[in-house]
Every structure is written in C-alpha cells, then in structure tokens.
C-alpha cells in the first residue's frame, strides 16, 4: 500500500509545523500555485515517472493516472489501481485480479494525493532556486527541505509554470540515492465527475478475489 504512495508522492510522514523563517518569494509562488489547485471542484492528470539511481546504474520510466476532488482519488499506476472515497480505499492489483478494502485513515497514511499542492505548508522550508524552461513555458524552480531530518526524503524541486502558476513538474530526492521526476504530461482540471469515479464497483471487475481488511 505504502509503495503506491510513495511512486507519487512528494514526501512521507508530516513533520512539525515550520519555525524557520522562510523565502518570502518562494512562499508568494506556492501560495498562488496552492490556490489555484484548491480552486476547482477537481483534476484529471496524466503523468510520467521517472526513477533513477545512478549507484545501482537504475533508470525506468512508468505512465499513470489521477483524478482527485477534494480528499477523494483515484490513481492508476503500474498495474495498480488506489480508489478513495474519503471514507473507504480499495487497492486492487491487476495481475492477480484482486481487491484490498481499508479505511482510509490520512493521519495513518504515509502522504496522500490530496495533499500535494499544500503538503509545503507544514513542516517544510522552502526557497527560490530559479527560472528555467519546461517545453518551451518560462517556470520557476522551488526548493523544498523536510524539517523532519529523520525523513528518509531530503529535498523536492517543484517547476511550476510562471503564466498560469501549474505544477510542470517536480523531483523528490531521498537519502538512499533514488531520484523521483514526475512530469504532468496532460491535465483536465475540473472532468466529468460522479458518484462511481470514487467507489470501486466489482461489477465491472469479472471474477475479482475481495479481501476486506477492516
């Protein structure tokens, strides 16, 4: 469960809220970049991840999926399908034809989908590192350090669009020498929505094995 999560999130376990002081510029950005996300009723995105460990000599490319509506999800990734509800989360893995239920619990959780465009507010600082292009869009480039040293993620780079303040892309990197790059390769903000996109029906999985965990 826990690795579904962490192939799309930008970090884990919360820390404590910022004391430090922060980049004034870096936090006018993210506060604009934050806002527009929490704006819409919800978003469809298609992504790339690219994992790389240059000590192992590792780098693998994978597609997926989101759409997210206020603490609800679903994310599709790797043979994997994560469906949230806000109450209830089914896991179900293709390969073997079979579904988890859980209760979804965000304190429990290492990160959540929901969280990431508000995830720097609260046990993070975050500075200016720069502009750069991303396909050819002018962006800015902010840092972001875990308070948390015990945090087995140490930096995250958000590239975010400098006309309309969207998230391009973003890099997390942790303490084992893995490198994380998530690329928005397409996004719908505000998609057809209804009360299926957030429940897990077994109907139109034939023969699915349900394993209730709760």
């Known amino acids: 469960m826990k690795k579904v999560f962490a192939l799309l999130a930008l970090s884990v376990t919360m820390a404590h809220a910022a004391s430090a002081q922060q980049d004034p510029k870096a936090g006018k950005i993210l506060d604009q970049m934050s806002a527009k996300y929490q704006a819409l009723k919800g978003f469809k995105a298609n992504f790339t991840q690219t994992l790389e460990n240059d ?4 780098k693998e490319n994978l597609t997926g999926d989101i759409t997210v509506s206020g603490q609800k999800f679903r994310l599709k ?6 469906i949230n509800n806000g109450q209830t989360m089914w896991t179900y893995m293709k390969a073997e034809n079979e579904v988890n239920i859980s209760d979804f619990d965000p304190e429990e959780q290492d990160v959540s989908p929901t969280q ?29 350090s875990p308070e948390n040293k015990d945090n087995p993620v140490f930096k995250v780079r958000l590239t975010v ?20 790059t998530y690329t928005i390769r397409k996004f719908q903000p505000n998609p057809p929505l209804d009360a299926t996109t957030f429940n897990f029906d077994k109907t139109k999985y034939k023969g699915v094995k349900v394993i209730d965990l709760r």
């Open 55 to 58: 000590a192992a000599k590792v």
């Open 77 to 82: 990734l790797n043979g994997q399908e994560v």
């Open 116 to 144: 990431i465009f508000t995830l720097y507010k609260k046990g993070y600082k975050y500075s200016y590192v720069q502009e750069t292009k991303e396909a050819g869009e002018a962006c800015d480039v902010i840092e972001l």
């Open 161 to 180: 669009s400098k006309v309309d303040k969207s998230v391009k892309s973003w890099k997390m990197f942790k303490k084992n020498g893995n490198r994380y």
